[in-house]
């Protein structure tokens, strides 16, 4: 077991030199972070709103899984029919 | 907690946008260079970066006032990096750069280097090589010297649990340290390939 303050090994971690984001990549990911803030403050009062975003995107990805899954049902019993 | 964090906390609950602007500057630092290091690379880097304080912005209302900033952000950062993992499973790319991966948080530097700075270099690559559970607890307690109470949090790990998963990582990056300096690695001249390559 060790112990932080008298390991040189995890001070020496310390020194590794911080890393930050493009400054463009850090400006467009705060500005749109920034936007749904304000969207979460706005769903704030409105709890049915917020109810409604989040079922939204939970659905979302279900109904898009839900219709691939359909037309390739159908087309495949399609391509049957045409090649019994 | 310290007071600056209770007040972003406050400002956060309040959707104060000077709020999260502070806490963006503040800890997108840290949170960056958190994931680069786990996941290697810049791109997947940048998205979880943005998942992450995404997560930050639609939660703010409702987070606690007790809340640990940096907790909450290491935590969420993490969980994002762990969903990304299972699904990078499926990707294709990275299929086919199997064996040519290099990480992004390495920075070879200049050729001519000090004995600090090669060691710099050797310690930034002995720590790319290791599994990222090794990894991740070594970020939080060595590199972000987060409390180590703090880091078991994070991970979702008890504090026994924590020194000696901590104890294992250390003595493996220990070990690798040791494999690269007898190699010489971080001392010697770029060969021109990778010159090329960086």
Known sequence: MIDRDDDALLTELRALPTKDVEPATAERIGRVAAGVLVESKADEGHPWRAGLTRATRALTPIVIAGTVGVYLAWAVSAANALFP | MDVEDRELVT??????????????ATYRPRVYGFLLRLSGRRDVADDLLQETFLKLARNAPSLREDTRLVAWLFTVARNEFLSYRRW????ITRILSFGREQSDAVDEGPE?????????????????E???????????????????????QILGVDYAALRQRLSRARAELAHRIEALEKRGAGTEP???SERGAT
């Open chain 2, 11 to 24: 400002g956060l609950r309040r959707g104060d946008a000077a709020a999260f602007r502070r806490a963006y």
């Open chain 2, 88 to 91: 990078s499973v499926l990707d």
């Open chain 2, 112 to 128: 001519e280097r000090t004995e600090a700075q090669a060691r710099l270099v050797r310690l930034e690559r002995a720590l790319s």
């Open chain 2, 130 to 152: 290791l599994p990222p559970a090794s990894r991740e607890v070594l970020l939080l307690v060595g590199v972000e010297g987060l409390e180590q109470e703090e880091a078991a």
């Open chain 2, 190 to 192: 770029k060969r021109a």
